[in-house]
C-alpha cells in the first residue's frame, strides 16, 4: 500500500464534515488548480456507495472515481474498494497539533508508485488548506 498523511488544525467533526459531506468534496477534492470535481454523491454507512468525477478545467479530460465502503467508523476511519478492486484505507487521529489523516491505498499498475503518492499527496494537501480556510 502507498500512505500519505496530513495534520490538519481544526476539530475533529469539522475534518469529518469536509471530508465527508458532498458540497465541500467538490471544493477540495482536486490535485491542482487545473482540475475540479463538479460532482460528487456520497452514501456514509458501511456497504454506502460514492462518487465523484474529476475534470480538467479546460474540459480535456474527465473521469470517475467510485466504490463501496467497507467501513466506517464516525470521526476515526473509512475504508472503502474503488471499482478496479483496489481497497482505501482513511484514519482520522486527534492529536494536539490538530487531527492527523493518514490515506493508504493499493497502487494502480498504470502510473509509477511515486507520482500516484504524488497526486494522492496533492489531493490531500489541497483538503488540508481547504478545511482551514474555511
Not at 7 to 16: G, H, R, S
Not at 40 to 69: Q, W
Not at 116 to 133: H, T
Amino acid at each position: 500500500m502507498i500512505t500519505v498523511q496530513s495534520t490538519v488544525k481544526a476539530p475533529i467533526a469539522k475534518v469529518w464534515e469536509i471530508w465527508t459531506a458532498p458540497k465541500h468534496i467538490q471544493e477540495w477534492n482536486s490535485p491542482s488548480p487545473e482540475w475540479h470535481t463538479p460532482y460528487a454523491e456520497n452514501d456514509l454507512k458501511t456497504g454506502g456507495k460514492f462518487k465523484s468525477t474529476m475534470a480538467a478545467r479546460d474540459g480535456s479530460m474527465s473521469f470517475d472515481f467510485e466504490g463501496e465502503y467497507t467501513l466506517v467508523k464516525e470521526n476515526e476511519a473509512i475504508e472503502y474498494v474503488i471499482g478496479d478492486g483496489r481497497k482505501v484505507e482513511i484514519t482520522f487521529r486527534e492529536t494536539p497539533n490538530g487531527v492527523e489523516v493518514i490515506e493508504s491505498f493499493d497502487p494502480e499498475t498504470e502510473n509509477p508508485e511515486e507520482m500516484q503518492r504524488g497526486g494522492w499527496q496533492a489531493i490531500l494537501d489541497n483538503f488540508k488548506s481547504y478545511v482551514e480556510r474555511n
